[in-house]
């Protein structure tokens, strides 16, 4: 089902297009959100690896050393254990440095506005 591939070329023929220049502002505004989800990636990926090394150590000598983990723990879980501590950390890294980015942002263009 669907829309028909006549009607919705017709639909995308009529749709008028307008010519709008962008403001500075929006320049700016573009620039500093590419910033601050560049500088979370960053964070997150730093994040992600530091996690990654203090799971995989503490996991790997405890499928070695513990027998209950020894014995239920195959390379599948220990690669889950490893990978899902870190995919976390990733995520909720970025999340806050954008966050934090984004508060920072909207204080510097209220102050701005103001003086």
Same mark, same amino acid.
């Given at each position: 089902?669907?829309?028909?591939?006549?009607?919705?070329?017709?639909?995308?023929?009529?749709?008028?297009?307008?010519?709008?220049?962008?403001?500075?502002?929006?320049?700016?505004?573009?620039?500093?959100?590419?910033?601050?989800?560049?500088?979370?990636?960053?964070?997150?990926?730093?994040?992600?690896?530091?996690?990654?090394?203090?799971?995989?150590?503490?996991?790997? @000598?405890? #499928?070695? *050393?513990?027998?209950?983990?020894? &014995?239920?723990? +195959?390379?599948? %879980? $220990?690669?889950?254990?490893?990978?899902?501590?870190?995919?976390?950390?990733?995520? @909720?890294? #970025?999340? *806050?440095?954008?966050?934090?980015? &984004?508060?920072? +942002?909207?204080? %510097? $263009?209220?102050?701005?506005?103001?003086?």
């Amino acid at each position: 089902m669907g829309i028909p591939s006549e009607m919705r070329d017709l639909w995308v023929q009529r749709r008028v297009k307008f010519f709008i220049i962008p403001s500075p502002a929006e320049d700016q505004k573009k620039l500093r959100a590419q910033q601050s989800s560049q500088e979370g990636i960053r964070a997150g990926l730093k994040a992600a690896a530091i996690t990654g090394v203090f799971t995989a150590v503490p996991t790997l @000598i405890a #499928v070695r *050393k513990v027998a209950w983990a020894k &014995a239920n723990l +195959n390379h599948t %879980a $220990q690669a889950l254990i490893i990978s899902g501590a870190s995919i976390a950390a990733y995520f @909720i890294t #970025v999340d *806050k440095t954008v966050l934090e980015s &984004a508060r920072k +942002n909207s204080r %510097a $263009q209220f102050d701005n506005k103001t003086a």
